[in-house]
């Protein structure tokens, strides 16, 4: 993933909102990194851009060597399901699909067979502790498995890229590093790439990249102890 | 993509159906109710047509009628079926007589002339009749109020007429009038009876004789008629009935039309017609006002679902599949309501078919185009309406569901997740 001067100006009364400033950065396969900075400080905004939710004013965003900020809604929407995985802060399951047919939503979209998605969902529910919840419905999981089932959601599909936009900030800290654990066993053993933004610090201390940005550029860009 | 898990949009579109119950509930109630309210406006409009037409069609003219192609609107003495010739009566009454869905045949012959009795005389319209078979067309045989239909020599004449001139039953009266070899034919009838139909032009102005002796007076030949009336079993089934009745009388003579009453009852049909429309314009009304109504709450679903359908489509669910699952829950709406709304009407319209609505304690019997109705709302059983109401309701599910539906894929997925 590689993004080229990007820029993103929301046009708004009494003066447009530069919420992105240029930023140039390249994530390569197989990294594990955060996005940090105060509120404000253009993570949600970088994220969307990357993911391809929202087009960018100027710039370039490339994902495994496609150009990806002029094509189609319907390319877009094709290129999030086959390659990109989203984990968002809240409210982010279907509440009207349980805990299996949710995390196998991506995989439906790819049309993978019924069979071939169960068999993936249990093993994967098996490793990160969502054993025997497959048929519940989010409202009956805690925050926590809600969340997990969405990192399900995300990487079952097998996505060049993660990105999590804070997935951590609505859970205690002791579910927040569960969750990390689950990621970062996730990044190890499928190594999947995950970008995730955060301010949190225990969880910035978690990533092996640690990118902090403020007022819409990277002010620092540094490899973590991990 | 493989598109054999399509099924998780309905059942997206089902569950989301339900996750408002009450909302729903009351969604699905007012629609049934329109629904019950549509089917039984129709099946009383449809029981009102028939009473129309039959009421129009059953005193004289039938449901269905044979002329020779001249005659109408003249109506010309001269212009009898056949020509000059005639034609072979028999043949023709049997014929159209075994066409499926005739229950009457009646010939006739119309002239115009004077009756006479003492000093008194009145213009009438002759209508020489076949008395039995005039039974099974008109009602004039079930109208006498003394007396009974004419038999050779005799003739019959309405209530008001018998006033003006002063006859009555086994006095003789003269009848004068113009002959086809224009001559002027004048001859002595005894009364046999006097009849009421209770309508405006007639009661003052027909007079019934027997066909044979109408003939004789007017110079023509047995074989020589101007009308052949068919009464049919089902007055909607008129047109079906005149096409057959057409092909079965073709071979007998020259220029012979059959034309349901839709076409010589031209006012009755415009009439009809015309309520038919006014009917569609209001049911439409009613459907119209159920879209926007439907499609406000359902705007409602689908704005407070901004965010699922966002989160949907970043995992990269299309636009379309977006668009089904709220189309597909209009379906199921329209569906789910129609199958209430089917289990409230059927015990409503066997009801008022069982127990028509009697409104002459409101309104007296009146006089409509010609055509006596009584203030009763009978209710037919028919599919039509039913079938009509359900594609109407069903597609007002969907209907309403186009809008939101576009609404729900117009906002940036972006802007939705923003959104709280
Ligand atoms: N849709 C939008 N319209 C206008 N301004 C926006 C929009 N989204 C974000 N912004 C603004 O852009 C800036 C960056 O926001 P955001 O990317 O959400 O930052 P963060 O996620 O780091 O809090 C903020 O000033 C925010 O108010
Ligand atoms: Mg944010």
């Known amino acids: ?226 | 993509m493989a598109r054999r898990d399509n099924d998780i949009w309905w059942r997206m579109a089902w569950r989301n159906l339900w996750r408002n119950r009450r909302r729903t509930a009351i969604t699905a109630s007012a629609l049934s109710f329109g629904f019950v309210a549509a089917v039984l406006m129709i099946a009383l409009m449809d029981g009102m047509f028939e009473q129309l037409v039959s009421n129009g069609t059953r005193v004289i003219t039938g449901q269905v009628q044979i002329h020779a192609d001249d005659y109408r609107p003249e109506r010309s003495m001269h212009d009898t079926m056949g020509g000059r010739e005639g034609l072979d009566l028999a043949a023709l009454v049997s014929a159209a007589g075994s066409v499926e869905g005739v229950t009457g045949v009646a010939p006739r012959v119309y002239g115009g002339g004077l009756v006479s009795s003492g000093d008194e005389t009145a213009g009438a319209v002759l209508m020489g009749i076949d008395p039995r078979r005039e039974e099974g067309v008109s009602r004039f045989g079930a109208a006498f109020v003394v007396g009974g239909m004419p038999g050779p020599g005799e003739i019959a004449i309405g209530n008001a007429m018998a006033e003006t001139i002063g006859a009555a039953p086994g006095e003789d009266v003269v009848v004068v009038a113009p002959a086809a070899d224009g001559s002027m034919g004048n001859e002595l009838f005894t009364v046999s009876g006097v009849f009421r139909l209770g309508m405006g032009g007639f009661d003052d102005a027909y007079v019934l004789v027997e066909l044979g002796s109408l003939q004789e007076l007017m110079a023509m030949d047995r074989g020589r008629i101007h009308e052949v009336a068919i009464s049919v079993d089902r007055t909607d089934q008129a047109d079906g009935v005149a096409t057959r009745v057409e092909e079965a009388v073709a071979g007998l003579a020259d220029g012979l039309v059959v034309e349901p009453w839709s076409v010589f009852h031209e006012q009755l049909y415009f009439m009809t017609s015309m309520m038919g429309a006014a009917n569609a314009i209001v049911a439409m009304i009613i459907f119209g006002m159920a879209i926007f109504g439907v499609a406000n709450t359902m705007l409602l679903a689908t704005f407070e679902r901004r965010r699922e359908f966002a989160v949907a489509r970043s995992l990269g669910t299309s636009a379309r599949s977006i668009v089904r699952i709220v189309v597909c829950e209009g379906l199921f709406l329209g569906l789910v309501s129609l199958g209430a709304g089917a289990l409230l009407a059927a015990p409503v319209v066997v009801y008022f078919h069982e127990f028509p609505l009697d409104l002459s304690s409101f309104i007296g019997t009146y006089s409509f185009m010609g055509s006596a109705m009584q203030p009763l709302m009978t209710v037919e059983y028919s599919w039509d309406g039913p079938l009509v109401s359900a594609v109407a309701l069903v597609g007002t599910g969907v209907a309403s569901a186009l809008y939101p539906a576009w609404r729900a894929i117009r906002v940036p997925p972006a802007d939705a997740l923003a959104s709280r």
């Open chain 1, 1 to 226: 993933m590689r993004t080229e001067r990007l820029w993103k100006i929301y046009p708004q009364d009494p003066r447009p909102v530069e919420a992105v400033r240029g930023i140039d950065l390249t994530v390569l396969r197989g990294e594990f990194v955060a996005m940090a900075g105060p509120s404000g400080s253009g993570k949600t905004t970088m994220l969307n851009l990357v993911g391809g939710l929202t087009r960018p004013t100027r710039g370039e965003v490339w994902i495994e060597g496609e150009e990806i900020s002029a094509l189609s809604d319907r390319r877009l929407a094709d290129l999030r399901m086959q390659r990109i995985g989203f984990v968002f802060q809240s409210y982010n399951l279907l509440p009207v699909l349980s805990a299996l047919e949710n995390a196998e939503f991506t995989l439906l979209l790819q049309g993978v067979p019924a069979g071939e998605r169960r068999e993936r969902v249990r093993e994967l529910f098996r490793e990160i502790g969502l054993e025997g919840l497959e048929n519940r419905r989010p409202p009956k999981l805690s925050g926590g498995q809600q969340q997990r089932v969405a990192v399900a959601r995300a990487v079952l599909g097998e996505p060049a890229l993660v990105l999590a936009d804070e997935p951590t900030a609505n859970l205690d800290s002791h579910t927040a590093e569960a969750l990390l654990d689950v990621m970062e066993r996730l990044n190890r053993t499928k190594g999947t790439t995950f970008v995730f933004s955060t301010h949190d610090p225990r969880v910035m201390e978690r990533a092996r990249r640690l990118i902090r940005l403020v007022d819409g550029r990277i002010e620092s860009d540094q490899a973590a102890s991990g």
